[in-house]
């Protein structure tokens, strides 16, 4: 085989690897994403269910102080 040969085999290869890939990566990053909310969401929902059992609140924003306290 030719260099010219192995050099028009090499940009096949990497177009093919940019045309299989690219399509991948995004059904990846869809299902990552999707699996991460849920699991955030299953986390969030064990948070509150154990705050309500032990007695607190939790509310969706954290503050960082509350009133009449500060962080110091």
């Not at 045309?19 to 299953?42: D, K, M």
Request: charged share 20%; with cysteine; glycine share 8%.
């Amino acid at each position: 085989m030719t260099v010219s040969g192995c050099v028009l085999g090499l940009m096949y290869a990497l177009v093919a690897i940019y045309l299989v890939g690219l399509p991948l990566l995004a059904l990846g990053e869809a299902v990552f994403s999707r699996w991460q909310r849920e699991f955030f969401e299953y986390v969030r929902q064990r948070r509150d269910t154990a705050a309500k059992r032990n007695g607190f609140l939790i509310h969706d924003e954290y503050p960082l102080m509350t009133e009449g306290k500060s962080n110091s």
